[in-house]
């Protein structure tokens, strides 16, 4: 089992908890929240959504043993256990850990894979420099970027005393010969006006000299969208959203509504053809935003807007009600804060007066509740609805999840990433809802938004251990009207795999876990084993 270990507020708990079905909304549906930095939920989580308050659980594919397969030399699909080896000359493979294990080497084996990341055997290449190139006979492994009509597309690593270098190279069909992508400018126009000159806009940017081999991927990039964008094809989406091309693994497609240059007008769907959002890009790697992008309920009715300038919101956000009434309209400070300018109750009527000051009462359709929200100097100050029993549970307001001192201890907690999830390339954000009693112990604790059944669960298992002490009134009380309540907690917990491609994007992330998984590929390239 691979252990993460992180450094948190360490509790134990034994109470009974539930796991809600995963369906296809739950990646995002959830119901109207607060949570622990005071940001509302307003019914579903959408990419511009993040967590101040997250906990990471992180696993680097390879780094370790992690599961993954082979192919022999027969083409024989041998599953396991493999670990990376930076110098691509070998692997190592074992069925039950370290014990077991095996050196796999390119001349053993037709390729390998990891998560989402395929390694081919490439033979007769050129290693790729600033200052030239130098022939390689190889064999030697090499991690397979895409395949586009009948071009497949590589990205080979050759790790040297003091650095790293890397080449992309295409090959035609099976048996081509491989061909690889110059640093020299001038050699590199040449290659790449031959492999996407065709296309009218690649061809004036290349020839102008605005692209170099350092933005190889954009030009790929570019290539595959345009390709379906002709043919008219969607591009398909795994519940983490990760592309695939088995659609039977699909829970979401995406279709290429428009191309205007570098910008890309992209449409966002569940499987079963419910709209989720639209919006244009201005890069397809770095999915960087411009413009109006919109967020839709089941019926296609718009729930929200958002505008973008260079990726920047511009701007306020504007939320509406299913009938297509305007909601709320607010700024957003930073990645965390925001700050209301108009909130209209169902009738059109203004909430707030000119002070910021003012109260709503809502129904949430999703959670079949009805919310009452209070403002203070245009932000959110309490919130609170009435459970079952009749009694207030508060979302938002004064000591509401916060947990007393004598409880709050440093020290090591582990949390481990399912091996079965990694094995699925499952990964995202999971979002636990905790209830707490009049005098702060933990009653209750349930997922609303998840994964998959297994990372759901490690979430469930981590807070029976984090959030009480032998049953204890671990949570502060909260008074209101001088009178304990109940207080409803949210938790955000994100699973991470750190793969290889920088190629493939997580469309649905916010730009901070994006700009994160960046950095984290860049960094996990240097610290693989050499060996």
Same mark, same amino acid.
């Given at each position: ?74 083409n024989h699909k041998i599953a396991g256990n493999i670990k990376y080896i930076q110098s691509n000359t070998f692997f190592r493979y074992s069925l039950n850990g370290e014990t077991d294990s095996k050196k796999i080497k390119p001349d053993e084996s037709l390729g390998y894979v990891l998560g989402n990341d395929s390694f081919a055997v490439i033979n007769d290449f050129s ?101 379906? &964008?002709?043919? /008219?094809?969607?591009? *398909? ?5 990760? %592309?695939? $091309?088995? =659609? ?72 509406? &009600?299913?009938? /297509?009434?305007?909601? *709320? ?5 930073? %990645?965390? $804060?925001? =700050? ?43 919130a609170f609805y009435t459970s079952d029993k009749g009694n207030r549970v508060y979302q938002a307001g004064k000591r509401v999840g916060i947990v007393k001192p004598e409880y709050t201890s440093t020290t090591e907690l582990s949390l481990n990433y399912p091996l079965g999830s990694v094995a699925q390339s499952n990964h995202g954000l999971v979002m636990a809802r905790i ?97």
């Open positions: 089992m691979t252990r993460i270990f992180l450094y948190v507020v360490v509790f134990s708990l034994s109470i009974n908890s539930t796991i809600y079905a995963q369906q296809i909304e739950s990646n995002y549906k959830t119901g109207s929240f607060v949570d622990q930095s005071k940001q509302t939920i307003d019914g579903y989580i959408d990419f511009t959504y993040s967590s101040k308050k997250t906990t990471v659980c992180s696993l680097a594919l390879g780094a370790d043993y992690t599961p993954g397969y082979y192919y022999d030399l027969t290693v790729e420099r600033e200052i030239g190139s130098f022939a390689n006979s190889g064999p030697e492994f090499a991690e397979v970027v895409t395949t586009i009509n009948d071009l497949t597309f590589y990205h080979h690593t050759r790790v040297g005393s003091k650095s790293i270098t890397s080449t992309y190279m295409v090959r035609k069909g099976k048996d081509g010969i491989l061909e690889s992508f110059s640093k020299i400018n001038e050699k590199f126009k040449v290659t790449a006006l031959k492999y996407f000159g065709h296309i009218p806009y690649l061809k004036t940017k290349i020839e102008e000299g605005e692209y170099s081999a350092e933005q190889i991927l954009i030009l790929i990039k570019y290539f595959e969208f345009q390709t379906k &964008y002709e043919r /008219g094809e969607k591009i *398909y989406y795994t519940s983490s959203w990760e %592309e695939t $091309k088995d =659609t039977s693994l699909a829970s979401y497609y995406m279709k290429i509504e428009n191309v205007l240059k570098s910008k890309w007008t992209l449409s966002h769907y569940q499987k079963n053809g419910v709209p989720l959002y639209q919006g244009v890009y201005y890069s397809l790697t770095s999915m960087k935003k411009e413009g109006r992008f919109s967020f839709y309920y089941a019926d296609g009715t718009v729930r929200k807007i958002i505008k973008y300038v260079a990726n920047e919101i511009k701007d306020s956000i504007l939320e509406f &009600y299913p009938n /297509g009434k305007l909601h *709320y309209e607010y700024e957003k400070k930073d %990645e965390f $804060k925001y =700050t209301y300018i108009k909130i209209l109750d169902q009738n059109g009527n203004d909430v707030l007066d000119k002070s910021g000051n003012g109260k709503e009462v809502f129904f949430d359709s999703i959670r079949n509740r009805e919310i009452t929200r209070i403002y203070e100097s245009y932000k959110l100050e309490t209830l707490a009693n009049k005098e702060g112990k933990t009653t209750s604790i349930s997922i609303i938004k998840g994964v998959d059944a297994q990372c759901d669960q490690q979430v469930l298992t981590y807070c029976r251990a984090l959030y009480n002490v032998n049953n204890g009134n671990i949570w502060f009380p909260v008074k209101f009207d001088k009178q304990l309540v109940e207080q409803e907690i949210i938790v955000s917990f994100l699973f991470q795999i750190q793969g290889f491609s920088r190629y493939r994007n997580g469309y649905y992330n916010s730009n901070m876990w994006q700009q994160q998984m960046i950095m984290q590929q860049q960094m996990m390239m240097q610290a693989m084993p050499r060996f």
